[in-house]
C-alpha cells in the first residue's frame, strides 16, 4: 500500500513559545485514506496540518509527504506545492475576485510562470476549473464575486479551488467550523467525496466527534501537541473522545483552593 | 495632549519664545504696512476690472498645466509601481525595504517648486522640467501610499496561493492586486489632484504652465490681467476638488 504521510518523531516549537506546539507524533496515513484530526482547541492540529502543507519550518523530526521528505529548514519545492491542496478555515479567498478567478487560481502553480502571471489560462486550465466548480455544486455562481456569497457558498468556492489543483493530497482545518450544522455535513462530504473520487488522501481537522465520525475512516485525537489516540472510526470509544476534552486543569499558580 | 505640570510650562515658554524671537528679529514696521495704505489700494484697484481679453492665454495655460499633471502623474504611477514593490514589508527583506522607504521620504522632503527649478536649470525652459519634477516628487508619496496598500491587504489569500504553488509576482497579481486596487485608485486620484495643484505655480520657475503667464502679468505691472489669471486659477483649483469629492467617493 503507498504511503502519502510518514510522520516520525516529530517535534515543533512556534518561534518563542515556550511550550512544544507538537510532540513527539509520529504516524502513517496510506494513499487515499480519509482521516480526521479530532482535538480542542490548541491541540496541534492547525500546527501539523500548516507543516504538512510546507508553510513551518524550523520543526525536529523525519516528515515525508506524498514521498518525499520534507525540509525542515525550508519550504517544499514550488513544482511540488499543488499537488498538496489546502481548505483553510477562514476561506482565505480573494473577496473582490468572482468565483471562477478563485478556482483559477488554485491552477496558478500548475501553470508555466509567465502564462500564470499574464493570467491566461488553457482551454485545459479553463476545463478543471469548471469540473471543479460543478462538483462543488456551485456552477452557476461562477461570475459572482466572493464577497455577495454566504459562508457555506464560500467554503464549497474554497474546495473547488482546491480541487482545481489537482491534488494527491487534501489537507483542511477545521473545513466547517464556520458553518451550521446542516452546511457543515454537506461540506465535509462534498470534500472527502471528491477526494475519494480521484484517489486523493483526505486529512481534516474537527472539534466535533460526530461529524469526525461521520466522514472519516480512522480518527486521530490530539490533545497538548501529542497524538492521544488513533483508532479506526468503527472502534472510537465515548471515554476516549470525553478524555479528550476533559476540562485542563488549572495552572498551579493559578489554583483555587478546594472549597469542601 | 495635555498642558499640565513641568512640561506645560516648558511647552509654553518655548512657543513665547520662538514668537518673541521672530517678532525682534525681523523688521516689522506696522507704521510701514499703514502708510502702504493708499498703495495697496491703487494696486487692487489696478486689478479691476480684470481684463478679459486675456482668455486664449488663460485657455493655453490651463492645458499646458493640464497636461503637466497628467503626464507627470503618469510618470509617478510607473515609477511606483516598482518603488512600492521595494518598499513593502511583506514582499522584499528589511534590507531592501529600510532604503527604500528611506530614499522616498527624501524625495518626499524636497519640495516641488525646487526640484522643477534643478530640473528647468538641467533641461531648459518649458513644461518638460515641470512633467519630470512632479513625476519625481509625487513618487515620493504615492510610492510610500502604494506600499502601504500592497501591506494592507489580508494575508489569508495570499497563503493560499502560495500554497498552491503560485510565485511571488503572481501572488501579487492575483491575491494582492485585486485586495488592493480600490485603495490605489483613491490614492492615485488624491495625489493627482494635489499635482494638479501644485503644477498651477510652476510657471513661475519657467517650469510650464499657467504660472507663467502670471509671473509674466505681475513681472509687467498689467494688474488686470493677472487678477484675470489667479481667477482662473481659483476656479480650476474649485473644480479640481469638486471632480475629486465625487470621484473618491465612487471608490470608498
Same mark, same amino acid.
Given at each position: 500500500?503507498?504511503?502519502?504521510?510518514?510522520?516520525?518523531?516529530?517535534?515543533?516549537?512556534?518561534?518563542?513559545?515556550?511550550?512544544?506546539?507538537?510532540?513527539?507524533?509520529? %504516524?502513517?496515513?496510506?494513499?487515499?485514506?480519509?482521516?480526521?484530526?479530532? @482535538?480542542?482547541?490548541?491541540? @496541534?492540529?492547525?500546527?501539523?496540518?500548516?507543516?504538512?502543507?510546507?508553510?513551518?519550518? @524550523?520543526?525536529? @523530526? /523525519?516528515?515525508?509527504?506524498?514521498?518525499?521528505?520534507?525540509?525542515?529548514?525550508?519550504?517544499?519545492? *514550488?513544482?511540488?506545492?499543488?499537488?498538496?491542496?489546502?481548505?483553510?478555515?477562514?476561506?482565505?479567498?480573494?473577496? /473582490?475576485?468572482?468565483?471562477?478567478?478563485?478556482?483559477?487560481?488554485?491552477?496558478?502553480?500548475?501553470?508555466?510562470? %509567465? *502564462?500564470?502571471?499574464?493570467?491566461?489560462?488553457?482551454?485545459?486550465?479553463?476545463?478543471?476549473? /469548471?469540473?471543479?466548480? #460543478?462538483?462543488?455544486?456551485?456552477?452557476?455562481?461562477?461570475?459572482?464575486?466572493?464577497?455577495?456569497?454566504?459562508?457555506?457558498?464560500?467554503?464549497?468556492?474554497?474546495?473547488?479551488?482546491?480541487?482545481?489543483?489537482?491534488?494527491?493530497?487534501?489537507?483542511?482545518?477545521?473545513?466547517?467550523?464556520?458553518?451550521?450544522?446542516?452546511?457543515?455535513?454537506?461540506?465535509?462530504?462534498?470534500? #472527502?467525496?471528491?477526494?475519494?473520487?480521484?484517489?486523493? #488522501?483526505?486529512?481534516?481537522?474537527?472539534?466535533?466527534?460526530?461529524?469526525?465520525?461521520?466522514?472519516?475512516?480512522?480518527?486521530?485525537?490530539? *490533545?497538548?501537541?501529542?497524538?492521544?489516540?488513533?483508532?479506526?472510526?468503527?472502534?472510537?470509544?465515548?471515554?476516549?473522545?470525553?478524555?479528550?476534552?476533559?476540562?485542563?486543569?488549572?495552572?498551579?499558580?493559578?489554583?483555587?483552593?478546594?472549597?469542601? | 495632549?495635555?498642558?499640565?505640570?513641568?512640561?506645560?510650562?516648558?511647552?509654553?515658554?518655548?512657543?513665547?519664545?520662538?514668537?518673541?524671537?521672530?517678532?525682534?528679529?525681523?523688521?516689522?514696521?506696522?507704521?510701514?504696512?499703514?502708510?502702504?495704505?493708499?498703495?495697496?489700494?491703487?494696486?487692487?484697484?489696478? $486689478?479691476?476690472?480684470?481684463?478679459?481679453?486675456? $482668455?486664449?492665454?488663460?485657455?493655453?495655460?490651463?492645458?499646458?498645466?493640464?497636461?503637466?499633471?497628467?503626464?507627470?502623474?503618469?510618470?509617478?504611477?510607473?515609477?511606483?509601481?516598482?518603488?512600492? &514593490?521595494?518598499?513593502?514589508?511583506?514582499?522584499?527583506?528589511?534590507?531592501?525595504?529600510?532604503?527604500?522607504?528611506?530614499?522616498?521620504?527624501?524625495?518626499?522632503?524636497?519640495?516641488?517648486?525646487?526640484?522643477? $527649478?534643478?530640473?528647468?536649470?538641467?533641461?531648459?525652459?518649458?513644461?518638460?522640467?515641470? &512633467?519630470?519634477?512632479?513625476?519625481?516628487?509625487?513618487?515620493?508619496?504615492?510610492?510610500?501610499? !502604494?506600499?502601504?496598500?500592497?501591506?494592507?491587504?489580508?494575508?489569508?489569500?495570499?497563503?493560499?496561493?502560495?500554497?498552491?504553488?503560485?510565485?511571488?509576482?503572481?501572488?501579487?497579481? !492575483?491575491?494582492?492586486?485585486?485586495?488592493?486596487?480600490?485603495?490605489?485608485?483613491?490614492?492615485?486620484?488624491?495625489?493627482?489632484?494635489?499635482?494638479?495643484?501644485?503644477?498651477?505655480?510652476?510657471?513661475?520657475?519657467?517650469?510650464?504652465?499657467?504660472?507663467?503667464?502670471?509671473?509674466?502679468?505681475?513681472?509687467?505691472?498689467?494688474?488686470?490681467?493677472?487678477?484675470?489669471?489667479?481667477?482662473?486659477?481659483?476656479? $480650476?483649483?474649485?473644480?479640481?476638488?469638486?471632480?475629486?469629492?465625487?470621484?473618491?467617493?465612487?471608490?470608498?
Amino acid at each position: 500500500m503507498n504511503i502519502a504521510i510518514r510522520i516520525n518523531d516529530l517535534n515543533f516549537a512556534h518561534p518563542g513559545g515556550s511550550v512544544p506546539a507538537l510532540e513527539r507524533v509520529s %504516524l502513517t496515513i496510506s494513499t487515499g485514506e480519509s482521516v480526521a484530526l479530532l @482535538g480542542p482547541s490548541g491541540a @496541534g492540529k492547525t500546527t501539523l496540518l500548516a507543516l504538512l502543507d510546507g508553510r513551518l519550518q @524550523g520543526w525536529r @523530526g /523525519r516528515v515525508s509527504v506524498l514521498g518525499a521528505p520534507l525540509d525542515p529548514d525550508q519550504p517544499p519545492p *514550488r513544482a511540488s506545492r499543488p499537488d498538496t491542496g489546502f481548505v483553510f478555515q477562514e476561506f482565505a479567498l480573494v473577496e /473582490r475576485s468572482t468565483v471562477l478567478r478563485n478556482v483559477l487560481n488554485g491552477r496558478l502553480g500548475r501553470m508555466a510562470p %509567465l *502564462r500564470a502571471l499574464l493570467g491566461s489560462p488553457t482551454p485545459h486550465d479553463l476545463d478543471i476549473a /469548471r469540473t471543479a466548480l #460543478t462538483d462543488c455544486g456551485i456552477a452557476d455562481l461562477a461570475e459572482r464575486r466572493v464577497d455577495s456569497l454566504s459562508g457555506g457558498q464560500r467554503q464549497r468556492v474554497a474546495i473547488a479551488r482546491c480541487l482545481a489543483q489537482e491534488p494527491r493530497l487534501i489537507l483542511a482545518d477545521e473545513p466547517v467550523s464556520n458553518l451550521d450544522p446542516t452546511r457543515a455535513g454537506e461540506v465535509l462530504a462534498l470534500l #472527502t467525496g471528491a477526494a475519494q473520487a480521484r484517489g486523493a #488522501t483526505a486529512l481534516f481537522s474537527s472539534h466535533q466527534p460526530d461529524l469526525a465520525r461521520r466522514f472519516a475512516q480512522r480518527i486521530i485525537g490530539m *490533545r497538548d501537541g501529542r497524538i492521544a489516540f488513533d483508532v479506526p472510526t468503527s472502534e472510537l470509544n465515548d471515554d476516549a473522545t470525553a478524555e479528550l476534552y476533559r476540562e485542563v486543569e488549572p495552572l498551579p499558580g493559578l489554583s483555587l483552593r478546594a472549597v469542601s | 495632549m495635555q498642558f499640565g505640570g513641568f512640561g506645560g510650562f516648558v511647552t509654553s515658554a518655548l512657543i513665547a519664545g520662538a514668537i518673541l524671537w521672530s517678532f525682534a528679529t525681523t523688521d516689522v514696521e506696522l507704521s510701514r504696512l499703514v502708510s502702504a495704505g493708499p498703495r495697496i489700494a491703487d494696486f487692487l484697484g489696478r $486689478m479691476f476690472p480684470p481684463d478679459p481679453t486675456v $482668455m486664449a492665454e488663460i485657455r493655453k495655460g490651463s492645458a499646458e498645466t493640464l497636461r503637466i499633471a497628467i503626464l507627470g502623474s503618469l510618470g509617478a504611477v510607473i515609477l511606483s509601481i516598482p518603488l512600492a &514593490i521595494l518598499a513593502s514589508e511583506t514582499m522584499v527583506s528589511p534590507a531592501v525595504f529600510r532604503p527604500i522607504r528611506t530614499l522616498l521620504a527624501f524625495i518626499r522632503a524636497i519640495p516641488l517648486i525646487l526640484v522643477a $527649478m534643478l530640473m528647468v536649470g538641467a533641461v531648459g525652459l518649458g513644461p518638460l522640467p515641470g &512633467i519630470i519634477a512632479v513625476a519625481f516628487h509625487a513618487t515620493g508619496m504615492l510610492a510610500k501610499f !502604494y506600499a502601504e496598500a500592497i501591506d494592507g491587504v489580508s494575508r489569508a489569500p495570499i497563503a493560499a496561493l502560495e500554497s498552491a504553488g503560485a510565485g511571488p509576482l503572481v501572488r501579487l497579481r !492575483y491575491a494582492i492586486w485585486p485586495q488592493m486596487a480600490p485603495v490605489v485608485a483613491r490614492d492615485t486620484i488624491f495625489r493627482f489632484e494635489l499635482n494638479l495643484r501644485e503644477s498651477l505655480i510652476l510657471g513661475i520657475v519657467g517650469a510650464g504652465g499657467i504660472g507663467f503667464y502670471i509671473q509674466t502679468y505681475v513681472r509687467s505691472f498689467q494688474y488686470d490681467k493677472a487678477a484675470s489669471v489667479t481667477m482662473a486659477v481659483v476656479a $480650476m483649483v474649485i473644480a479640481i476638488e469638486a471632480i475629486n469629492v465625487a470621484l473618491r467617493r465612487r471608490f470608498t
